[in-house]
């Protein structure tokens, strides 16, 4: 945010935080279900998707999940949230008549349109499929680009060309060319992307960011937990290591764009370390 505070998600939780650059905290909004993702609109309001609600244990002093659907849960959703007054409006909870799976990520254009993911839903034994999705942010429009997908972090290109998104299961990132708001180019004998990075079996990428370079900052947890560099042009990966199996998401900020933030979930910890290069600004701050 402008005044160098930052805004988590707490999934387990169900709330929106604020964490201000002395340490304090301070909630901006309950929105139940499983807050999974947020980013400034060109309005200024936060904009959260929610899964709807994940299972989550704790063992040996950690908080992890496998992340099926937690008792209480339902099909997931999309909020607008004055950051100020915490004000929740529902903009989104189905597409043509289909519930909303999972949402779990998403990233604004400067068209002021906001590209979301979507991993699905585990309840039981059964899978809900998930996608990709396009949607307006005064909650007039909102279209399903990609079906089928387990798609995760989302992140765009400093052109506003690429899409980024990383498929979780897959151990992958991909990319799709952008033809204009809520379209994707088809990518021949790649449905879900072309793939642009190959992580490690059991690396599984998270949430991301962009930085100044062109390359995608991409969280990776469980196996080499960290923050994985990856440049879109030759694939090649650069870790990061953290002290974290959940390390979820990174986002930069600071009069340099070099101060990155990382999310170390499982201790519930928030890390600010400097980075080796800028990071992209985001189309919005508040």
Known sequence: MKDGSVVVVEIAAGRVT??????????????????????????????VVNNGGMSFSRQDGLLVTDGGAS???????VDRIDPNSGRIERLYEE?????????????????????????????????????????????????????????????LSADGKKLYCALSFESLLVEFDIDGPGLLSPVAGFASGRPVGQFAPRQL?????????????????????GITS?????GRLTHHPFPDGMTTN????????????????????????RWD??????????
């Open 205 to 225: 990428p998270d949430s991301l960011a962009v930085d100044a370079n062109g390359h995608v900052c991409c969280a990776t947890v469980f196996n080499s937990a």
């Open 95 to 155: 597409v043509d008549g289909r519930p909303l799976a999972g949402p779990n990520d998403l990233v604004f254009d400067r068209d002021g349109g906001m590209w979301f993911s979507d991993m699905g839903r585990h309840v039981g034994s059964s899978m809900e499929n998930g996608g990709i999705y396009y949607a307006k942010a005064d909650g007039s429009f909102v279209t399903r680009v990609v079906d089928g997908v387990r798609a995760n972090g989302m992140g």
């Open 18 to 47: 604020r964490i201000r650059p002395n340490g304090d905290k301070e909630l901006v909004a309950e929105c139940g279900g499983g807050p999974n993702g947020a980013a400034v609109g060109p309005d200024g309001c936060l904009y």
């Open 71 to 77: 008792a209480d849960s339902r099909p997931g959703w």
């Open 277 to 286: 290069s800028p990071g992209l600004e985001l189309a919005y701050y508040a």
């Open 230 to 234: 990856v440049d879109p042009q030759s």
């Open 250 to 273: 990174i986002c930069f900020g600071g009069a340099d764009m070099r101060d990155a933030w990382v999310t170390l979930s499982s201790t519930g910890r928030l890390a600010k370390v």
